[in-house]
């Protein structure tokens, strides 16, 4: 018996269905039914159901690059804030290997870093690491925070959403999978892609989001509308959220990746 | 994005009523719930039940700094009861006092046991409840709120939890005693419960109820809290548009 249809919007406590289907993420069993403990979206797949949140807070998992920024500088590495209820660190010998240096002097308090998760303990102490493409210090730009869940919809599929942003702003934008957004170019560009970024989080849960993005960046700078085209993706919107989600996230992880190519040479110079 | 419900509007049912505001026995106060109100806070929520008006900001998960309150396997809930100076007619002195310390305690109780803590060891949500006006029956209306606004904050839930209170004066039991009901009445029992199973997280008693009464009562205020339930989850569906 299930109670709920596919994409239907659910509160905590809305009973979904009873034990003939799995309970997935966001979902919990009690007396052989699965309720939701989240508000968010239903995703159907097989027998398995699980609520797609529309808010939530980053929960660090080990292989996930995020943005982050030096909150402290402690003996032998730096605390650093990733937009999660765990703080992160970055042991210095990650960075300099067994050579000894001043920590000051390479990172200060303040600074905002490319990094990726290398482990998440029982007690969740997050550790950080900075060796990989691309990872490393940014210089300037501007950071825009949205919710870890839509950092999926941000990209879009094989990153449609995010390169239509980058081209027509001409800003090198990166997206950390902590909902932290880094974005880099002209400081007029770079407000509008905060703008764009903005209300793609907001409509996030909603379809034809693609087109309304068009029109947004089109109306912002201030040039024609393009024809209405027929758009193949619009319709099949929503399923990228729910049904989609997990090729959409590591998807999203690729696409984050190919952005580090950009930054390497960020990458390059705090290691030199 | 606020709009203040004016209490002559309400419209007295045709049956003829003791209660000075022409309620029912079993009559809520007329009440509102907004999702969302506030920019800065991870979730919030706005309620008013009569001439009451809350305001609950929620913020976390979050890092807890205070490490002798950490615990290594669940989150702790910090609840902040706190009435404004300007909330009750005799301006309130601000600050917390043996009131006020009570509630917070006993919403965070009738809280937690909905919430999923053991997913966020090490951390900590913080509830903060803010009355702005206050016309009897706060706690409730504290905990009604402060539900909404940790489903708006993405808190994993068992459920909503929602709270009402009934009492007697002049010798009837009733539902959801106003502020001068309460003062005069003989007996106040807030009931906190979680709607889907039926599971009561808070009951107080104040004052003086029979078996028969007391009964009454609890199931009196576990009909306002199911009709409460309602408009939670409206709030929280409306927030979202569609």
């Keep these: ?272 | 994005m606020i709009t203040i419900i004016i209490n002559k509007d309400f419209k007295p049912k045709s049956k003829p009523s003791k209660r000075a505001d022409g309620r029912a026995f079993d009559e809520l106060r007329p009440f509102k719930i907004e999702a969302g109100v506030l920019e800065r806070a991870d979730g919030s929520a706005y309620l008013e039940l009569g001439g009451n008006k809350v305001m609950v900001a929620v913020y976390g998960p979050r890092e807890l700094h205070i490490r002798r309150l950490m615990q290594p396997d669940r989150a702790v809930l910090r609840c902040r009861y706190n009435m404004a100076p300007f909330s009750v007619d005799d301006r309130k002195r601000p600050g917390p006092d043996r009131r006020s310390v009570e509630i917070s305690k006993i919403t965070s109780e009738a809280i937690m046991p909905a919430v999923f803590l053991e997913k966020f060891p090490r951390s900590t949500i913080d509830v903060f409840i803010e009355i702005l006006e206050a016309e009897g029956g706060t706690r409730c209306a504290g905990i009604t709120a402060a539900s909404v606004a940790l489903a708006d904050a993405g808190v994993p839930m068992r459920d909503l939890v929602v709270a009402c209170a009934a009492g007697k004066t002049d010798g009837e039991v009733i539902l959801d005693l106003s502020e001068a009901e309460d003062k005069d009445g003989e007996a106040d029992v807030p009931v906190a419960i979680m709607p889907r199973t039926g599971e009561i997280t808070l009951l107080q008693s104040d004052g003086n109820l029979t078996t028969e009464e007391f009964e009454k009562a609890l199931n009196l205020s576990i009909d306002g809290c199911m009709e409460l339930s309602k408009a939670q989850k409206e709030a929280i569906v409306k927030r979202y548009g569609d």
Excluded at chain 1, 69 to 96: C, H, K, Q
Excluded at chain 1, 146 to 167: A, E, Q
């Design chain 1, 1 to 272: 018996m299930i109670f709920i249809e596919d994409k239907q919007m659910v509160i905590p406590g809305d009973v979904l269905a009873d034990n003939e289907y799995h309970s997935g993420r966001g979902t919990f069993k009690e007396d052989d039914k699965i309720c939701s403990s989240l508000v968010g979206l239903v995703a159907i797949r097989d027998k398995k159901i699980s609520v797609i949140p529309l808010q939530s807070k980053y929960i660090p998992k080990r292989g996930d690059v995020v943005i982050g920024e030096i909150t402290d500088i402690r003996f032998s590495m730096w605390n650093l804030d990733i937009n999660s209820p765990y703080s992160g660190i970055l042991p210095a010998s990650d960075v300099f290997g067994k050579e000894k240096r001043d920590l000051n002097k390479t990172f200060s308090v303040g600074d905002v870093l490319f990094l990726r998760v290398v482990d998440v303990d029982e007690v969740k102490k997050v550790k950080l690491g900075l060796k990989g493409r691309g990872l490393g210090k940014f210089r300037n730009g501007i950071l825009i925070y949205i919710t870890p869940t839509k950092v999926p919809r941000l990209i879009g599929k094989k990153g449609s959403m995010i390169n239509m942003i980058k081209d027509e702003t001409k800003c090198e934008v990166v997206v950390g999978q902590n909902g932290v957004v880094w974005v880099k170019g002209d400081p007029a560009m770079e407000r509008v892609a905060e703008k764009v970024i903005n209300m793609i989080e907001e409509q996030a849960h909603t379809s034809g989001l693609t087109d309304r993005v068009r029109n947004m960046l089109f109306e912002l700078l201030g040039k024609e509308k393009p024809e209405e085209k027929p758009e193949e993706e619009s319709d099949k919107e929503p399923e990228e959220k729910t049904e989609k989600e997990s090729d959409e996230e590591s998807e999203a992880e690729k696409e984050v990746a190919e952005e580090k190519e950009e930054e390497e040479e960020n990458g390059e110079d705090l290691i030199q």
